[in-house]
């Protein structure tokens, strides 16, 4: 064989074995390919989608809380939560500068006023951990400032906190939310209509994290909550809240409460306690502030109630508001025990005027010796007595009234003058609204409707109004009660010139531990204007110190009557009114 | 086979001649024109795919950046809105509305024009009356200077705050000059009598329904 013919056969073999190995080599490529774009080709597919799929929350916002002008006592803020991994917590560089992690964390002191201490405490506890929080509860604003720092290891978690705009001036109304959910008040009856629920959104990114276009898809809306409108006229209810502390203050009483009710509609303007709290900042508020007191709390109401029994007397025709009685100083009950009046002019040559007006116990004993207990509790359960008011708030009692077939031989003689039975404050403010409103009671209401997102609005129900007691029956407890300021227990203390104002004070003693005490809750109810009356409000405060006698309350109601004429722009009465004499 | 071949055979055979073929026509070459169009339209095609596509992305960086401006304008909503929230607080507003030495006018009084008749009590607000108490145990009032200052701060088209600019931040007194000249309104207030009516607590009469607003 020539060496031509093996040089050529040795090509041959190279050629051959080169063909091979790039046989072998385009056939590994093609069963990878087909294994890839046939075989798993879904399963890869799906595996892709969702590394680039990710989701996001669409923040729903809970609804508001609204006074009757729309203004807002409770809204939603954009806080957040500064957190940090610590795995990755070091020193870095920035515009070209190394900052160090003690400097960082000075910076972001200065912006959130967290001790910066207290920050790398957080940091280092774990420092594999790779989630911290550096502090809480951020502003929108210092969120920019903070964002402006660059710092790389800083995060943010967005929180939607509740913020109470008005603070102080109608928490006790509106209650507040916790870190779980709402705690009090409105916030925790209402939150079916305020709670908002929160949506998904999915979408594919890339590596940038910039959306894919074409592929943002809402898997669950995102539902804003309705609004809650109340009645309460914040402006009004914050000039009461101020009367309260200001009065209570100087009389050293441990709490004050009040409410305006509107006369022709029962709606709540104000409802007020004091010592309140700013649901913005309630952690340190003892428990006893927490709540509105004037739906909560019952006590024995004292002389007020005296205008209801009389009520019931007139209606059955049983006195006349002139009718003459020679009342003892003094009134015997069995057991050797005594009722007796809280001042000497309460006794004497009075007619039933009188007794009201000066607040007569032994006389109005008498007098309500005329009606049967069965009777009396009629009308003390038509006036709302014995039962939550209409408005339903969260946590309202229902009083407490003694069972007539049942009734102590003490009590029969008591309850006509609020002591021996309870009630809250809101059914004081519903009774004298029946009066007010010439014997026909407009069941209270706090809360008009729920204003959902839609715009629809589902409208509290009206519940019918009932007539308590004739027309004329109310004008002359009305007429009775306008002796009060004129000549009776308020006479020089409650007096807003050219204005008719009907009122009736309260002295009730406290009980502790089943044993009537020293202490007082001192009370006015009233209404204005006397000759149509379109305002009831009730005053009392708890323990009052410095003077027990009920007419200490008069600087709160008086200002609050000469608040409410000028606020919603009562006339001025025109008519002098024909009194009942209150003595013969 | 078909009939066609069966015909053409027995004509081969009786009478086989020769003779010459046309000229062979040259081959054309094909026209450069054709290439060149069709590689332009491929090219076109992938250039538009391209440029859809670079639009479709810078789409969506234009999304991106508007939903980031979006959730900007979010929060700029939610900072007003808490100031203004906090401004309308009613406590904040009377602080600063005694801070500036207004006061509560009392009891209210009314003229009647019949006779010039003061109805009510018609006695003049005095100064200093009014003030604004904590009403929450442990908590100062409204520091009225933050939120004056916070207003001062903000820039006000076309409205003068240079009364809560008077407030001086330490003492929250109120340093207004011309505040109590009415110059210029005086010549507007009709004399009626050189004495002051009296005022009265008395009813009778009739009043003009009073319009107020």
């Known amino acids: ?584 | 086979m078909s009939a066609l071949t069966a015909s053409i055979a027995p004509t081969a055979r009786t009478s086989p001649r020769l003779r010459a073929l046309p000229q062979a026509r040259t081959a054309t070459p094909p026209k450069v024109s054709y290439a060149v169009a069709t590689l332009v339209g491929i090219f076109a095609i992938l250039g538009g795919q391209l440029m859809l596509s670079i639009a479709l992305g810078n789409g969506a960086y234009a999304i991106q950046d508007l939903e980031r401006q979006l959730a900007e304008r979010h929060r700029d909503l939610s900072i007003v809105s808490e100031e203004i929230g906090a401004m309308q607080d009613p406590q904040t507003l009377a602080s600063l509305a005694v801070s500036l030495g207004m006061v509560d006018d009392g009891d209210p009084a009314y003229l009647r024009l019949s006779d010039a008749q003061v109805l009510g009590s018609g006695e003049p607000a005095v100064a200093g009356s009014t003030t604004v108490v904590a009403v929450v145990p442990g908590e100062e009032p409204t520091d009225i200077s933050a939120v004056a200052t916070s207003i001062v701060g903000q820039d006000v088209e076309g409205e003068s705050l240079s009364a809560f600019a008077a407030l001086s931040e330490d003492t929250s007194e109120v340093t207004a000059g011309a505040m109590n000249t009415l110059e210029g309104v005086d010549s507007t207030i009709p004399v009626v009598a050189e004495q002051p009516a009296p005022a009265a607590k008395t009813f009778g009469g009739d009043l003009p329904s009073p319009t107020t607003h």
């Open chain 1, 1 to 584: 064989m020539s060496p031509a013919q093996i040089a050529s056969r040795r090509t041959m073999r190279r050629m051959g074995s080169v063909s091979l190995i790039v046989a072998i080599v385009v056939v590994a490529f093609v069963v990878r390919l087909v294994d890839i774009q046939v075989v798993r080709a879904a399963e890869l597919s799906a595996e892709s989608a969702e590394r680039r799929s990710t989701t996001s929350t669409l923040w729903a916002e809970r609804g508001q809380i609204l006074d009757r002008t729309y203004q807002a006592l409770a809204e939603n803020a954009d806080r957040y939560h500064v957190t940090a991994s610590p795995r990755h917590v070091a020193d870095f560089r920035r515009a070209g500068v190394t900052v160090a992690v003690m400097d960082a964390l000075a910076e972001i002191e200065a912006i959130t006023g967290t001790p910066a201490a207290e920050m790398w405490a957080a940091v280092s506890a774990d420092p594999e951990s790779n989630f911290a929080y550096l502090s809480k509860d951020a502003t929108t604003e210092q969120y920019r400032q903070l964002l402006d720092l660059d710092i790389p290891w800083m995060y943010f978690e967005r929180n939607a906190d509740r913020f109470y705009p008005f603070g102080s001036v109608a928490g006790n109304l509106t209650g507040m939310m916790g870190a779980d959910g709402p705690l009090e008040g409105v916030e925790l009856k209402w939150d079916e209509c305020l709670q908002a629920s929160h949506g998904v959104l999915s979408y594919q990114q890339g590596a940038d994290y910039v959306k894919l276009p074409g592929t943002t898809q809402v898997t669950t809306p995102a539902v804003n909550g309705g609004d809650v409108v109340l009645t309460i006229d914040s402006d009004l209810q914050w000039f009461v809240l101020q009367q309260l502390a200001s009065t209570g203050q100087s009389l050293g009483a441990q709490s004050g409460s009040a409410m305006v009710v509107e006369v022709k509609t029962g709606e709540i303007l104000a409802s007020a306690d004091w010592p309140t709290f700013d649901p913005n900042d309630f952690a340190n508020t003892p428990q006893s502030h927490l709540r509105a007191a004037t739906f909560t709390s019952a006590f024995e109401p004292g002389s007020t109630l005296k205008s209801i029994t009389m009520a019931a007397l007139l209606e059955e025709g049983l006195t006349r508001p002139d009718e003459a009685f020679s009342v003892p100083s003094t009134y015997g009950l069995p057991g050797g025990r005594y009722i007796r009046n809280a001042g000497g002019g309460a006794a004497g040559n009075l007619t039933s005027t009188g007794i009201l007006s000066l607040s007569s116990n032994t006389g109005t004993a008498l007098l309500a010796e005329r009606i049967s207990p069965k009777t009396l509790n009629r009308y003390f359960t038509a006036f709302g007595f014995g039962e939550p008011t209409a408005v339903d708030f969260l946590g309202e009692q229902s009083g407490y009234l003694q069972d007539p077939e049942k009734i102590d031989s003490i009590t029969v003689h008591t309850q006509a003058f609020g002591q021996g039975m309870s009630a809250t404050m809101a059914q004081m403010a519903g009774a004298y609204q029946a009066i007010a409103n010439r014997g026909e009671k407009i069941p209270l209401r706090l809360v008009s409707g729920c204003q959902h997102e839609d715009g629809t609005f589902d409208e509290v129900k009206k519940a019918s109004p009932t007539r308590v007691v004739s027309q004329r029956t109310a004008d002359q407890v009305i007429a009775m009660l306008e002796t009060v300021p004129r000549s009776g227990t308020l006479q020089y203390r409650v007096d807003v010139p050219g204005y008719r104002i009907a009122a009736k004070t309260g002295t009730a003693e406290i009980a502790e531990n089943g044993v009537y005490t020293d202490e007082r809750m001192i009370s006015i109810a009233g209404m204005v204007p006397a000759e149509d009356p379109q305002y009831v409000v009730v005053v009392a405060f708890v323990k009052p110190q410095t003077n027990r006698f009920s007419y200490a309350a008069a600087p709160a109601f008086d200002e609050i009557i000469t608040h409410l004429v000028k606020h919603y722009r009562v006339a001025p009465s025109t008519e002098e009114p024909t009194l009942p004499p209150i003595t013969w």
